[in-house]
């Protein structure tokens, strides 16, 4: 039977709506921007992560390190350590938000898995700050001193300990967080820095900056499992979401490890990179992996099915923390 008229404009009209629904996903998609923090340069730099190119900075405080979403994933809180002062901005277009003042030495955050619990590393000041989260607000629970250097952290399950490295003194520590106390400390080498908890609360494994290795800790028996080689400088992590891989950046060694945490060991490292690899960050496609190269003031691309990098982006100096909303999941309960 030949179209009719009628039927011609409503298909006319059905393919102009479908026209307009892509328009409108094409320029939400656009919206999305990568977010680093350049914290030598007190900026945001923000790239476009279709053609990997910067499109605009925004400036923050002294000194932005590291970055968390909120557990409802409408902010990004953005740590500004020297400046004492956390920014909320928005997690797709890296404009900010809101800032709340008074946070002493914001070097590293994290919210305890039921986000009942924010916690702040004060790297500088020798101590972890504890706070209540109502889902809006911090209220300061207790400032706890833990020498020396608290700079990363990692939560069990249970939603009641928080696990801190203490760089200059070679330590870990667990603290309890309904009572605020510390329950331990233990060494476990030169330097430790980056955490990730391995499925099950089985062990933690410490990234140990000043030496080439990682660390493996059963935390309940406060007992060094395995040292797994990596390389100089081990840092911090980023699971591969395959239910059986999290990479570990090697900051002096400029490589980057693939550890096989179900068997403990390396599986391979990613080599040919740029100087200094530190925070990175998962594509959702689990195909791309970005990472910030602390020494050389680049973003990188690693092609994850060749082990290559394929594009560097210049950006502001010493780019540290990174984010794009659209990622793989963050299957540990790991601070980004």
Request: proline share 6%; aromatic share 6%; net charge negative.
């Amino acid at each position: 039977m030949p179209f009719s008229i009628v039927s011609i404009k409503r298909i006319g009209a059905l393919a102009a709506s479908l026209c307009g629904m892509l328009a409108i996903t094409n320029s939400a998609y656009a919206a999305d921007r990568v977010i680093v923090l350049d914290s030598g340069e007190a900026q945001l730099t923000l790239i476009d992560p279709v053609t990997h190119k910067v499109v605009g900075t925004e400036p923050t405080g002294k000194e932005p390190h590291h970055l968390m979403i909120t557990p409802d994933g409408n902010s990004l809180i953005v740590a500004d350590s020297v400046s004492n002062n956390l920014m909320f901005v928005d997690p797709h277009s890296g404009k900010v938000q809101r800032t709340v003042q008074d946070i002493e030495d914001p070097y590293q955050l994290g919210f305890s898995p039921d986000h009942k619990w924010f916690v702040t590393a004060a790297l500088r000041m020798d101590r972890v700050d504890i706070y209540r989260y109502d889902g809006a607000n911090m209220t300061l629970a207790k400032h706890i001193g833990l020498a020396k250097t608290p700079s990363h952290m990692t939560f069990a399950s249970d939603n009641r300990t928080v696990f801190v490295t203490l760089q200059d003194s070679g330590e870990l520590a667990a603290i309890d967080l309904p009572t605020q106390t510390v329950l331990w400390k233990m060494p476990v080498g030169k330097e430790p820095a980056g955490l990730w908890m391995t499925p099950g609360d089985r062990y933690l494994l410490v990234g140990m900056t000043g030496e080439d290795d990682v660390t493996v800790v059963d935390w309940r028996k406060q007992q060094i499992v395995k040292k797994i080689h990596t390389g100089r400088g081990a840092h911090n992590f980023r699971n591969l979401d395959d239910g059986k891989h999290v990479v570990v950046s090697n900051r002096v060694d400029s490589t980057i490890s693939i550890i096989d945490y179900t068997t403990l060991t390396n599986s391979g490292d990613i080599t040919g990179l740029m100087p200094g690899p530190d925070d990175m960050e998962l594509t959702p496609d689990k195909h791309y992996l970005w990472v910030g190269f602390r020494f050389a003031r680049h973003v990188g691309v690693i092609d994850m099915t060749t082990h290559k990098l394929i594009d560097t982006i210049a950006v502001g100096r010493s780019p540290h923390g990174i984010f794009f909303d659209n990622r793989a999941p963050v299957v540990s309960p790991n601070p980004d």
